[in-house]
Structures are given as C-alpha cells and as structure tokens.
T-cell receptor
Framework: QKEVEQDPGPLSVPEGAIVSLNCTYS??????FMWYRQYSRKGPELLMY????GNKEDGRFTAQVDKSSKYISLFIRDSQPSDSATYLC???????????????FGQGTILTVHP | DARVTQTPRHKVTEMGQEVTMRCQPI?????VFWYRQTMMQGLELLAY????????DSGMPKDRFSAEMPDATLATLKIQPSEPRDSAVYFC?????????????????FGPGTRLTVT
C-alpha cells in the first residue's frame, strides 16, 4: 500500500462546477501538505501549501487538512476550462536528518473542465 | 524570472546506450531533486542533494543510474545502460529547504522535464 493514495480519475465537470479532489495518507508524521498543478507536458507547479490541520483559501481554491482522519482535500469553485490539468497532492514529514524537504506525491487526478 | 532548466527536453535512444540528463537549479537554492514520472507509478523521487552533497538516492536503481552535482549550477542524472523500462519523463526540482524543523516552506520548483524514450 502506498503512503499517499489519490484517485487518478479522470474527472470531467462542466464549467462553473465545484470540484473536490482528495488524498488519504498513512504516515502520521506528515505535517506539511501541498497541492501541485501540472499542465500537459509541463512540470508540476505549487498551487496551495498548508501546515498541519485546518483550511486555507486562495481565490477560487480552498485546501483542507484533517489530520485525525489522514485526509486532505482541494476544492475549486467556479471551475474554468483553464483549470484542466493533473492535480497532485504532496506531503512532507517534519523529521530530522535527510527527510527535510522530501515530498511524497499522490498519483495525481486528471481533471477536465468542459465549456 | 528564475526557473529550473533541463536539457535535453526530448531524448530517443536505443537500449544499451548511455543517457545523460542535465539540470540547472535556481540560483541560491540549496536542494536539488530528481524525479521520474510514469503513468503507472506517478512521480517517484530518485535522488536528492543538499548543498551538492547526495542525501538520499534510495529510489534509484544503483546498478545503472547515477546522479551527481559537480557544481552549484549543474546536476546530472546518468543511465548506463538504458533499458526500455526507463522510458519516462524525468524532472529536476530545486528549493531553498531549511536544515532544521519549523514552519518553513518546502516548496520545490520543477523544471520542464526530459521526455526519455528507450527503444
């Protein structure tokens, strides 16, 4: 079983829909949670970053972390065709030594927003 | 506009040939990562350098893969000999990662990737 599980989809929604993307994880040491967006044939780029539990909002995007359930979510409101991409969750433990900065990624969810 | 650069962007080679991929991290970043991305496995960490010193290469097949950072502006990933199962997109990422715990950013900036096809 992988440390981070993410449904690869694909997910197809109409423009304007609310999109919910999720990841579950098994390592209770994870404390830093990120969402990356990857357009086709491009490198991933950081979208949202959260430390420990709670919510964070940035424009149309909201990231939620529930450490008790080992579950993180990304919500996209008023989705646009330009949001069509692969969304990857990533996590890092606040551990010593060589673990600093090491990210464990989910499989990625392919999202298509159609006009 | 600082960014990570990778060369070549595309590489097609025959099984058994040597492949070298290069990465120029963002100036001032102290940490460089090499990843491999495939449809089946997703994004996998191969190797990881901090201040040019290798910290973790446990994700890399040691018999054929090697990663080095000869200076602060260049990281290399070499496959010798290459095999068809090595076909993937290889990403380099860099970041300014702290060496101690705390509420710091762990943001990694990814390059555009090298798309490798081994026939």
């Amino acid at each position: 079983q992988k440390e981070v599980e993410q449904d690869p989809g694909p997910l197809s929604v109409p423009e304007g829909a609310i999109v919910s993307l999720n990841c579950t994880y098994s390592n209770s040491a994870f404390q830093y949670f990120m969402w990356y967006r990857q357009y086709s044939r491009k490198g991933p780029e950081l979208l949202m970053y959260t430390y420990s539990s709670g919510n964070k909002e940035d424009g149309r995007f909201t990231a939620q972390v529930d450490k008790s359930s080992k579950y993180i979510s990304l919500f996209i409101r008023d989705s646009q065709p330009s949001d069509s991409a692969t969304y990857l969750c990533a996590m890092s433990a606040n551990a010593g030594g060589t673990s600093y900065g090491k990210l464990t990624f989910g499989q990625g969810t392919i999202l298509t927003v159609h006009p | 506009d600082a960014r990570v650069t990778q060369t070549p962007r595309h590489k097609v080679t025959e099984m058994g040939q040597e492949v070298t991929m290069r990465c120029q991290p963002i100036l001032g970043h102290n940490t460089v990562f090499w990843y491999r991305q495939t449809m089946m496995q997703g994004l996998e960490l191969l190797a990881y350098f901090r201040n040019r010193a290798p910290l973790d290469d446990s994700g890399m097949p040691k018999d054929r893969f090697s990663a080095e950072m000869p200076d602060a502006t260049l990281a290399t990933l070499k496959i010798q000999p290459s095999e068809p199962r090595d076909s993937a997109v290889y990403f380099c990422a860099s970041g300014r990662i702290p060496v101690s715990a705390g509420g710091h950013s762990y943001e990694q900036y990814f390059g555009p990737g090298t798309r490798l096809t081994v026939t």
